[in-house]
Nanobody, 121 residues
């Protein structure tokens, strides 16, 4: 089992920045697609960004241009840099690791405990 621990959340004013961290229990980045999800109050959990084993990234339209997902293999850590934050970015942010088979089927999913991001004046 893969353990994921998020950190870096907090209270920030609109227009501010935060960098979220997701520490994995071991180096899994050659096997797992890593992602950041968020769940706002009264809303469903939604995808924010992903980074594949090859380093390709994708972003939700709502954060494109404001967020950057990256990883540090030496530290077994995935990051989400968030800039120009808006009140609608307020949510609990979760780290996700997804294992796929050679046929690209999803065969494993692991989640962190979440870290709260609050964007407010």
């Amino acid at each position: 089992q893969v353990q994921l621990v998020e950190s870096g959340g907090g209270l920030v004013q609109p227009g501010g920045s935060l960098r979220l961290s997701c520490a994995a229990s071991r180096n899994i980045f050659r096997l797992y697609v890593m992602g950041w999800y968020r769940q706002a109050p009264g809303k469903q959990r939604e995808l924010v960004a992903t980074i594949t084993t090859s380093g390709s990234t994708t972003y939700a339209d709502s954060v494109k241009g404001r967020c950057t997902i990256s990883r540090d293999n030496a530290q077994n850590t995935v990051y989400l840099q968030m800039n120009s934050l808006k009140p609608e970015d307020t949510a609990v942010y979760y780290c996700n690791a997804e294992l796929r088979s050679l046929s690209y089927a999803i065969i494993g999913n692991y989640w962190g405990q979440g870290t709260q991001v609050t964007v407010s004046s």
